[in-house]
């Protein structure tokens, strides 16, 4: 189990390590959005691969639509 901050919130991650996990637990999988990994944009195609740390900063950007 890991402590990550989730856009400022801190977040407790309690089934693996990879972004992909997060998404998972924290059940944002059915939403459009970019993630940003300590100020860094991680491609989508990385997600699976980007490995999680303790106290990592999570930025989840959600595009608005509007005028």
Known sequence: MITLQLNGENK???????????????QLGEQSFAIALNEEFIPKSSYSTTSLQDGDRIEVLIPMQGG
């Open 12 to 26: 407790t991650l309690h089934v693996g390590s990879s972004i992909v996990d997060a998404i998972n637990d924290w």
